[in-house]
């Protein structure tokens, strides 16, 4: 019962980071598309769009439990892509808080292969309630 309550809390946790993220984005399509731009990347506001709802379906797989393990494996993908792309080795020098953010990124990757490994639990929705539908 102890396993099954730390990995929806995990879930959970998951869900909200994303929510969050998504949340952020949604505030400010602006902002966030000049970060984008400002990393390098064309189409920025299409591609804020994009990873908003991007990350709510990653919210959504988390907390449902629906698709659990491709989401997180999905998400570790992002995550990494986030940490080079935004806070990787040409951001350190600029700012010696980038590395930091940077490494945070691995501990999120940690944690996202160890929920795909181990998958949701009890109480998630299943693929083959999702086929019914």
Known sequence: MAKAIAIIVARIIFSFVFFMAAGFKFADIGATAGYITAAGFPMATFLTWIAAFFEIALALAFI??????????????????????????????????????????????????????????????????????
Request: hydrophobic share 55%; no cysteine; proline share 3%.
């Open 64 to 133: 449902s439990g629906a698709f659990f393990t491709e989401a997180s494996l999905l998400a570790a993908v992002y995550v990494i892509f986030l940490a080079f792309a935004f806070h990787g080795p040409s951001h350190w020098q600029q700012n010696q808080a980038e590395f930091g953010f940077f490494v945070d990124h691995f501990t999120f990757l940690a944690g996202l292969l160890f929920a795909a490994v181990h998958g949701p639990e009890r109480w998630a929705l299943q693929h083959r309630l999702l086929r019914r539908l």
